[in-house]
């Protein structure tokens, strides 16, 4: 089993930024990916950002030249860093772990833009 625990998140003002983390421990053999989606009230879960072991990195269109995603030394974290905010943000985020091809899920946490 492969648990996943998530800290960032909360309230911020359009334009502004937050920093989201996500750790990864257990039964952590082969990392196929690490990522973020989100899911806003009423829509589907979408893909935010993802690294892939030996493939590129990939960003939702929407959060391309805002959001970067990157993995800690320990190769078992994961970051999101998100800058220039604005409501359409405004989402419960999953971080993701793929790891012998099964998929894993954090709790999710809450980001709020607003004013």
């Known amino acids: 089993q492969v648990q996943l625990v998530e800290s960032g998140g909360g309230l911020v003002q359009p334009g502004g930024s937050l920093g989201l983390s996500c750790a990864a421990s257990?039964?952590?053999?082969?990392?196929?990916?690490m990522g973020w989606f989100r899911q806003a009230p009423g829509k589907q879960r979408e893909l935010v950002a993802r690294?892939?072991?030996?493939?590129?990195?990939l960003y939702a269109d929407s959060v391309k030249g805002r959001f970067t995603i990157s993995s800690g030394n320990a190769k078992n974290t994961v970051y999101l860093q998100m800058n220039s905010l604005n409501p359409e943000d405004t989402a419960v985020y999953y971080c993701?772990?793929?790891?012998?091809?099964?998929?894993?899920w954090g709790q999710g946490t809450q980001v709020t833009v607003s004013s």
């Open positions: 690294i892939t072991s030996g493939g590129p990195i």
């Open positions: 993701n772990i793929i790891v012998s091809f099964h998929n894993y």
């Open positions: 257990g039964s952590i053999t082969l990392i196929n990916a």
